[in-house]
């Protein structure tokens, strides 16, 4: 157990009150061991790229015909109404709530307030000529209380977001758990419950009957790690807590909860694909000593092979089990046939990337690239060609779709009404290019979300992430493209760079 409980990298923590305390306590010794190679912030700064139209139409890298560039969103960090039509409470309406859990103490309450705004959400997604949207359906709208009988006015929504998407030529990709689990489902213990995992495939049992006929691919739960690693290691996310026994059973029934909700897609009858969505992280070693190597390897156990040996392989990876141990939680979780149900077969892969790990022989890691706004983000562009490409050589040509890639930018609304994003075009150009050379290589990549479309209510950091193409002005709720959405429209329309 001993890198268990030093190994943790946890995304967002330095930035997080809570997370600071988790520091402390030693959940955090990763984050807190980090130290920085280039203290430069680059991906934030205001240094003119290239013209954003001009570099966009250069003709140089074509994606494949029919490439789905898409932006990605979730529930709770854009839709806002959170007590109307019926909506049941979820653990991030609680977490939110509670003092000191997120930064100046901003909930989703209201949030991009695009339940109220969805039909101007999807002409801005139209002028921006998206051909995929990437969003998420909340649990606490179809069940207030995450079991019994639907609620239609929750189904109804959706169903009229993915008519509008449709009318717009827009192809819908809805995710069906993206964290903001019923509150009354973690009141019964939540994911370290098993039985929560049951709840979830008769949700997603529900939405499928309902939608299943306008959505041609679905997502079932995204990043169960970081569920596991902030909700569960740190505390910096919902429910907040710091139990490392705790966080590997509640990575079991994740799974399990995605298996069965692929099993119920099938036995619906439902045409749509479906696969999960995994933050995947490249881990390297910080340096050539072999126990460096040894160390990534197992960092790259927790990172990557928990959630894709299982789905792809049908067994979880035996060192990391071997570190778990056979007393863990979590090793005395699995019941027989569980592997089968999570490695039932799916259709796609969705891939989440955002930055790299380096790792010392210590298990702890260092940064050697520049961050962004987002602290537990360096940004490296090859990542995302490496990971991409790693998965397609250990598991096989599956499709895949990335389903988040973006940063967040101090960006200011101008008095001329301009937002003069640069350094997210200059980020976005970098990763779509190396997203390119991993299709020149042979990877499956049909689609690219830009993380987000809007700007959003980013978890622990409340509002003060902008990580959106559009700036949302929370006051007037106004919504106004930036200077990337302008480039990325030109991307879309040329099919390339
Ligand atoms: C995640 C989530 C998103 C975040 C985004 C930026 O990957 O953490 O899916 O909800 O907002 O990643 O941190």
């Known amino acids: ?52 139209e001009g570099g966009a139409s250069s003709g140089a890298l074509r994606f494949p015909p029919d490439f789905g560039w898409g932006a990605a969103t979730s529930a709770y960090q854009i839709e806002g ?48 000529g998206l051909r995929s949207y990437r969003f998420s359906i909340s649990w606490s709208r179809i069940q207030a209380d995450g079991s019994g009988r639907p609620n239609q006015r929750g189904l109804d929504f959706y169903r ?8 717009r030529g827009i192809a819908p990709m809805a995710t069906l758990f993206h964290w903001d689990l019923p509150q009354a489902l973690q009141d019964a213990g939540g994911w370290e419950n098993r039985d929560t995992a049951e709840r979830f495939g008769a949700y ?150 955002y930055t790299p790990i380096y790792v010392t022989g210590q298990g702890t890691t260092v940064r050697k690239w520049p961050t962004s706004g987002a602290e537990w983000q360096q940004i490296y562009p090859e990542g995302m060609y490496d990971i991409l490409t790693r998965v397609t050589r250990d598991y096989g040509p599956i499709p895949l779709t990335i389903t988040e890639n973006g940063l967040p930018c101090p960006d200011t609304l101008a008095p001329d009404g301009t937002v003069d994003d640069t350094a997210r075009i200059d980020f976005l150009r970098d990763h779509f290019a190396a997203a390119h050379r991993a299709i020149l290589d042979g990877v499956p990549l049909e689609s690219y979300h830009v993380w987000s479309l809007l700007d959003n209510f980013e978890w622990a950091e409340g509002y003060d992430q902008r990580w959106g193409l559009v700036y949302v002005d929370y006051p007037t709720q106004r919504r106004v493209l930036k200077r990337s959405a302008h480039w990325y429209r030109t991307v879309i329309r040329n099919n390339g760079l």
């Open 81 to 128: 109404a959170a007590k109307e039509d019926g909506r049941g409470e979820s653990v991030w309406d609680t977490f939110s709530r509670t003092p000191g859990r997120t930064r100046n103490g901003d909930t989703g309450d209201v949030a991009a307030d695009h339940y109220h705004r969805y039909a101007e959400d999807l002409d801005l997604m139209r002028d921006l």
């Open 1 to 52: 157990m001993s890198l268990l409980t030093r190994r943790r990298l946890l995304r967002r923590a330095a930035l997080s009150a809570t997370a600071a305390r988790a520091v402390r306590t030693g959940l955090a010794g990763a984050a807190a061991a980090g130290t920085v190679a280039s203290a430069a912030v680059a991906g934030c700064d205001d240094t003119p790229g290239p013209a954003p």
């Open 160 to 167: 009229r977001l993915v008519d509008g998407l449709h009318e």
């Open 204 to 353: 997603a049992d529900i939405v499928f009957r309902a939608l299943g006929d306008r959505v041609p691919a679905w997502l079932t739960i995204n990043e169960p790690k970081t569920v596991v690693q902030n909700g569960y290691l740190s505390g910096h996310h919902a429910p907040g807590r710091q139990d490392p026994a705790a966080a590997y059973l509640v990575a079991h029934h994740l799974q399990l909860a995605h298996g069965l909700a692929v099993r119920a897609l099938r036995a619906a009858g439902v045409e749509g694909r479906i696969g999960p969505a995994l933050n995947l992280h490249p881990c390297y070693p910080a340096d050539d000593t072999a126990e460096a190597a040894a160390a990534t390897r197992l960092y790259d156990g927790y990172e990557n092979r928990l959630y894709l040996d299982s789905v792809f392989t049908g067994a979880y990876p035996q060192d990391v089990l071997a570190d778990l141990g056979a007393d863990s939680r979590m090793v005395r979780g699995i019941r027989d046939g569980d592997l089968a149900v999570i490695a039932s077969p799916v259709d796609l892969l969705a891939v989440q990337y």
